[in-house]
């Protein structure tokens, strides 16, 4: 009888009880533009508290120090950990070894897992790191946690090795750190470079410079691919090499999965896509005269194209058949609809103009949007990160100019990687 009377009682209460939906903000689904709000609910994925412990340090303590910050920062940065503050750790910092935990230490700052290592020498290292699980007492290996005779250079890409392997034995997909992100930059008020950097900021280089203009890179095969006036007209160039050598201007360009190159020519008033062979030479035609046609993206598997034309009004997202077919507009919503790039995950993303600026959102096939950010600031070119589980974009907020974020698929969690603010515009991310 008792346990009737309870079960009863469950069942009412689950009843009145606000499903997530209906416990979400009650506000406008659509903007001016008939662009879909954010409506506040879960996350797609939890992120877990974890402590990172300041390595024990037998050698050279900057160097530990780095590691410190390295750990700390990008277990934050991959989306799935809450890196509790080192102030609250009350642990015994003497009586902690890599075999020896304390375990309600952990467990009572509310740590889930804990990671801890120790640098001996002063160049080359050996650096040793450890990730446990708090609430089941116990070491998890990660391949990699050990690592002799380390040169000061590659310490960042042991630390990297190590996140990356954690995150792989909680999601089954390993991490991406030490991949990178492409884009171009102003060097001076009338030029343009690409240069790229790691999906956490750190190691910047220059890809191309030379005094002139380049524009929108992608990765390659052999390189980065971009758009230059080196030669007084736009033309495709990968590194060194110019790939085209026609009377066409080329407004950017993208190389499929297995190898095809997509590209937006003009001649005259209006832009086209066409696919080119491995010499730079036309080989056919995409889109046929309807206006503006640029920037295109491949689908996953190679059969599709995504690219935007104003052939309705306004700049909007359209897909089509490579091998033929009419092409179909993708957003139905929004007067200003551009730069999209296609993730392994079949979702385009794109930059949306709206009442206040510039928002991220991302479009299915069957056309259905959603919105990655808002009152944020303008929000521009962003892309898919190469596993899908991540965007990059640039922002600006709070008046701080453009910088480079990177955030979770869902928007939920998002982190600015650029230090400096700067003029960055068309990102791609790739190995």
């Not at 920062?73 to 750790?89: A, C, P």
């Not at 642990?91 to 897992?113: I, Q």
């Not at 086209?272 to 920037?295: C, E, F, P």
Request: glycine fraction near 12%; include cysteine.
């Amino acid at each position: 009888m008792h346990s009737q009377i309870l079960l009863s009682s469950l069942i009412l209460i689950s009843a009145l009880a606000p499903s997530p939906a209906a416990a979400q903000d009650s506000g406008p689904l659509f903007d001016d533009e008939g662009l879909p709000r954010i409506i506040v609910g879960p996350a797609e994925h939890r992120r877990d508290k974890i402590a990172v412990a300041d390595i024990k340090c037998l050698g050279d303590k900057s160097k530990c120090e780095q590691i410190n910050r390295q750990l700390r920062r990008n277990l934050e940065i991959s989306t799935f950990f809450e890196v509790l503050n080192s102030k609250t750790y009350v642990a015994n910092k003497e009586s902690e070894t890599l075999v020896n935990t304390k375990w309600p230490d952990w467990f009572n700052v509310g740590a889930r897992y804990l990671i801890k290592g120790r640098l001996s020498g002063k160049g080359p290292y050996d650096i040793e790191l450890r990730f446990y699980n708090v609430l089941e007492k116990q070491e998890v290996k990660i391949k990699g946690q050990t690592s002799l005779a380390v040169p000061s250079s590659r310490v960042r890409k042991v630390v990297n090795n190590f996140i990356n392997g954690i995150v792989g034995k909680l999601t089954g997909k390993r991490g991406i750190f030490g991949s990178h992100i492409v884009y171009a930059a102003k060097t001076t008020a009338t030029t343009r470079g690409i240069a790229m950097v790691e999906m956490d900021g750190h190691g910047r280089r220059g890809i191309a410079g030379g005094g002139t203009i380049n524009q929108f890179p992608h990765f390659a095969p052999g390189g980065i691919l971009f758009t230059s006036w080196r030669d007084g007209k736009p033309e495709l160039w990968v590194g060194k090499k110019k790939i085209t050598h026609d009377a066409w201007q080329y407004r950017g360009a993208s190389y499929s999965s297995n190898g095809r190159l997509a590209a937006s020519l003009t001649k005259g008033s209006g832009s086209d896509i066409y696919i080119l062979g491995s010499g730079g030479k036309i080989q056919s035609r995409v889109t046929h005269g309807q206006g503006q046609n640029v920037s295109p993206t491949w689908s996953p598997d190679g059969s599709k194209l995504a690219f935007v034309s104003d052939r309705a009004g306004g700049p909007q997202v359209f897909i089509t058949n490579v091998g033929g077919g009419g092409a179909k507009r993708l957003t139905m919503a929004g007067s200003y609809n551009s730069t999209p790039h296609w993730g392994v995950n079949n979702l385009i993303v794109f930059a949306g103009m709206t009442a206040s600026g510039s928002d991220i959102f991302t479009v299915d096939l069957s056309g259905n949007i959603n919105r990655i950010t808002q009152d944020q600031g303008t929000n521009l070119d962003p892309c898919w990160s190469p596993d899908g589980r991540y965007l990059a974009f640039v922002a600006i907020r709070k008046g701080k100019g453009k910088r480079i974020w990177i955030s979770s698929a869902d928007g939920r969690w998002q982190f600015p990687i650029s230090k400096k603010s700067g003029s960055y515009s068309t990102l791609r991310w790739g190995p």
